[in-house]
């Protein structure tokens, strides 16, 4: 038991980043853990847990919703990219500075909220449940959402900046194409015949998971200076979500045979 808890230790304060440790939900794994959890078991439950209410209409909390996020997606793109190109960061292997310098401090702070973001977008499936669109509450919605909320807590607990800007940026810049198109698509029907790119929108998702599965490999094929354990989760990660993407595109734009 002794042997456990020296082990707990070691991970959640020894090797923990320190500028961050104390920010909010950062300190310990169970807050995103069981957060993660309850995400789980209220999308597997969503029928139940709302058989006997009807469907709420929420045009204007969805058209709210989705711009904020374009403009915080936004936000997070610009302070990505402007603060590793004033910190000379390399595309390649970029080992994390663990100073309090302020451009170290910054790029720390939209790593954190970046993190803090994946929480928010845990309003899409309770947006999606209080519509009763079950159908969009799938696997891969789930999974995705779930799974951020971890991923992104060891990468802020452990290396709040580094290699893994690539992911926050690239990630960032397709969720500002994205919530604007949920967005214009919660203004009303008659917006639909803008939004015929939306098998783009999920080939440009694809693509930025090739991009980052080829940016982890090379990092872990030159042996760059980054937890090797990050950049082996960051690899499988990536596979597991170009399946599903994958699949999900496959099923919704393959035309289908008689």
């Not at 452990?158 to 203004?187: D, E, L, Q, R």
Request: hydrophobic fraction near 50%; aromatic fraction near 22%; glycine fraction near 4%.
């Amino acid at each position: 038991m002794d042997r456990l808890w020296d082990l707990y230790d070691e991970l959640i304060v020894i090797r923990a980043d320190p500028r961050t440790d104390s920010w909010f939900l950062v300190h310990s794994p169970w807050p995103p853990f069981l957060i993660s959890v309850a995400y789980i078991l209220f999308s597997y439950n969503a029928k139940h847990l709302t058989e006997n209410i009807p469907a709420v209409k929420l045009r204007w909390a969805l058209i709210i919703y989705n711009f904020a996020l374009v403009a915080l997606s936004a936000y997070m793109t610009f302070e990505f990219a402007v603060t590793a190109y004033l910190s000379s960061y390399s595309l390649l292997c970029q080992p994390a500075d663990y100073s309090n310098s302020q451009l170290a401090m910054r790029m720390a702070s939209v790593c954190w909220w970046y993190f803090f973001s994946k929480y928010i977008e845990i309003l899409d499936t309770v947006f999606f449940v209080l519509r009763k669109k079950f159908n969009q509450v799938s696997f891969l919605h789930v999974y995705h959402h779930a799974t951020m909320l971890i991923n992104w807590w060891m990468g802020v607990k452990y290396v709040a900046g580094g290699n893994s800007f690539f992911i926050g940026m690239i990630n960032s810049f397709i969720h500002v194409i994205m919530y604007f198109y949920y967005g214009m698509s919660a203004i009303g029907p008659h917006m639909q015949k803008y939004l015929w790119w939306k098998k783009y929108l999920t080939m440009m998702q694809i693509v930025q998971f090739f991009l980052i599965l080829i940016h982890s490999a090379y990092a872990l094929y030159t042996d760059c200076d980054y937890p090797k354990f990050l950049l082996w989760a960051v690899f499988g990660y990536q596979i597991s979500l170009i399946v599903l993407f994958t699949g999900f595109y496959i099923r919704s734009y393959r035309p289908k045979r008689d």
